[in-house]
């Protein structure tokens, strides 16, 4: 079975310092992974997802990450942070074949606090 | 307009009772899911359910129930509910393929007295 780790729980940080959130899976095989971003209050929305080609994706709101296929790594990262992007964020996994594909496996989320 | 919608947002009830949760979505898709949030916010899939095939997280009680009467809904009823199944639970969608992004309801906040 895959799993997502993050390593990460509660990152601190002030206005325009920049970004990056580790994220670790395990899988064998061939996966597609995302980031997802939960606001206070809100519901998940996605930042970006890989799933082939350029190994490093853009995403929303200036978010990029770098897909290292032998380090089975996803880091998100961002180089200046502002106070809007207080979030908790989660990354996540899925097969990209066989039953039951669809369904995500997510890290156990990194709380960012950006301080203005 | 709501693309995932879920009734009711928050739900408070006594241990032994059994309740429901709505989920519809208007986006046309094909696969639908429950997750499960726990206080400490971790995400877990509960169900998917795509063309009438439901695939189940085997670590899921079976006093949880999916139900989905057509493809743009798919409702979760829970059975004798425990103390444990205080969370939050979201429902999501997408299209058929592995690649598509999911969409997430606003949740509904479950406790459990």
């Known amino acids: 079975a895959q799993s997502v780790s993050q390593h990460n729980h509660h990152v601190i940080l002030s206005e325009a310092a920049s970004l990056e959130l580790g994220c670790n899976y395990s899988?064998?095989?061939?996966?597609?992974l995302f980031w997802y971003v939960q606001y206070p209050g809100q519901h998940l929305q996605l930042l970006l997802k890989?799933?082939?080609?350029?190994?490093l994706v853009k995403g929303i709101k200036g978010f990029e990450a770098e897909f290292i296929k032998s380090k089975f790594s996803f880091n998100l990262r961002k180089p200046s942070v502002q106070w809007s992007d207080t979030a908790e964020y989660f990354c996540a996994v899925n097969r990209a074949l066989g039953t039951g594909a669809n369904n995500l496996f997510f890290g156990t989320g990194t709380r960012l606090t950006v301080i203005p | 307009d709501t693309a995932v919608s879920q009734t009711p947002k928050y739900l408070v009830t006594q241990m032994g009772n059994d309740k429901s949760i709505k989920c519809e979505q208007n986006?046309?898709?094909?696969?639908m899911y429950w997750y499960k949030q726990d206080s400490k916010k971790f995400l877990k899939i509960m169900f998917s359910y795509n063309n009438k095939e439901l695939i189940i997280n085997e670590t899921v009680p079976n006093r949880f129930s999916p139900k989905s009467p057509d493809k743009a809904h798919l409702n979760l009823h829970i059975n004798s509910l425990e103390l444990g199944d205080s969370a939050v639970y979201f429902c999501?969608?997408?299209?058929?393929?592995?690649?598509?992004?999911?969409?997430f309801g606003p949740g509904t906040r479950l406790t459990v007295l």
């Open positions: 999501a969608s997408s299209p058929r393929s592995t690649t598509d992004t999911q969409y």
């Open positions: 986006l046309g898709h094909d696969t």
């Open positions: 890989y799933f082939s080609g350029d190994p």
């Open positions: 899988y064998g095989g061939t996966v597609n």
